[in-house]
């Protein structure tokens, strides 16, 4: 991060002349690296407005519809662990069919820099919430969960910035709009699995009740609240 590079450049200058007699500027640089970087805590609030009323036409609406564990991470800028266009990796692929988060978690982890956590799953139309940590080493979020029942549907955030502008945000809504994993073929809620291979981009899902007159219609928000 450039803030980093330059307080890092103050500290250098800075230590020569107030550093304790007899420990060389190096030494001091080194111990006030040493210091951890500030935790902040947030809020996710999952709302999911999915119902008969609001996404009836079309493929209709599920008796037992909800959504799978959330899982997600926090992590330097520039993980984009996926993205429309990008192809699912195991992990989305696991979470996209069947709800699992394990692969993924481990797919996060992985990541240099990151921290992953998990939520809980909810019927729809719901709400859920948890708290995460970051810190000013890990400025973005990437957060999913699967739309059920359905063959590979989801909705999530990629890389989305915390930090910007100089500032942590303390308080953003993002719209949730329903993407295919692009690693199964069925085209209803309850289709039988049937496996694409080799797999496709991911995408929004273009079909009715999730897009209407040529508009993607939302299936509900997170709202993410800085609390410290």
Same mark, same amino acid.
């Given at each position: 991060?450039?803030?980093?590079?330059?307080?890092l450049l103050a500290l250098g200058a800075a230590? +020569?002349?107030?550093?304790?007699?007899?420990?060389?500027?190096?030494?001091?640089?080194?111990?006030?690296?040493?210091? $951890?970087?500030?935790?902040?805590? *947030? !809020?996710?609030?999952?709302?999911?407005?999915?119902?008969?009323? +609001?996404?009836? +036409?079309?493929? &209709?609406?599920?008796?037992?519809? #909800?959504?799978?564990?959330?899982?997600?991470?926090? #992590?330097?800028? &520039?993980?984009? #662990?996926? %993205? %429309?266009?990008?192809?699912?990796?195991?992990?989305?692929? %696991?979470? /996209?069919?069947?709800?699992?988060?394990?692969?993924?978690?481990?797919?996060?982890?992985?990541?240099?820099?990151?921290?992953?956590?998990?939520?809980?799953?909810?019927?729809?139309?719901?709400?859920?919430?948890? !708290?995460?940590?970051? =810190?000013?080493?890990?400025?973005?979020?990437?957060?999913?969960?699967?739309? /059920?029942?359905? $063959?590979? @549907?989801?909705?999530?955030? %990629?890389?989305?910035?915390?930090?910007?502008?100089?500032? @942590?945000?303390?308080?953003?809504?993002?719209?949730?709009?329903? *993407?295919?994993?692009?690693?199964?073929?069925?085209?209803?809620?309850? /289709?039988?699995?049937? =496996?694409?291979?080799?797999?496709?981009?991911?995408?929004?899902?273009?079909?009715?009740?999730?897009?209407? &007159?040529?508009?993607?219609? $939302?299936?509900?928000?997170? +709202?993410?609240?800085?609390?410290?």
């Amino acid at each position: 991060m450039a803030r980093v590079a330059i307080l890092l450049l103050a500290l250098g200058a800075a230590v +020569t002349q107030c550093r304790p007699s007899g420990m060389q500027s190096n030494e001091l640089l080194a111990a006030l690296l040493l210091i $951890p970087a500030k935790t902040y805590t *947030y !809020n996710v609030e999952f709302e999911s407005t999915w119902s008969a009323t +609001t996404h009836g +036409t079309g493929l &209709g609406f599920p008796s037992n519809a #909800h959504f799978s564990t959330l899982v997600g991470m926090t #992590h330097p800028g &520039g993980h984009s #662990h996926w %993205s %429309s266009g990008a192809i699912s990796t195991n992990g989305m692929e %696991s979470m /996209a069919e069947m709800g699992r988060t394990a692969i993924l978690q481990e797919e996060f982890n992985a990541l240099s820099g990151t921290e992953s956590f998990r939520g809980s799953p909810i019927f729809s139309p719901g709400k859920t919430s948890f !708290n995460f940590s970051t =810190d000013d080493n890990r400025t973005h979020i990437t957060l999913v969960t699967m739309v /059920a029942p359905s $063959p590979d @549907w989801f909705v999530g955030v %990629s890389n989305l910035p915390l930090y910007e502008a100089g500032a @942590w945000a303390s308080r953003k809504v993002v719209s949730l709009i329903v *993407y295919d994993a692009g690693t199964d073929s069925g085209a209803t809620f309850t /289709a039988a699995d049937i =496996d694409t291979n080799p797999r496709v981009p991911i995408q929004p899902l273009a079909v009715d009740p999730f897009y209407v &007159g040529g508009q993607y219609v $939302p299936i509900g928000t997170f +709202t993410f609240t800085r609390l410290n």
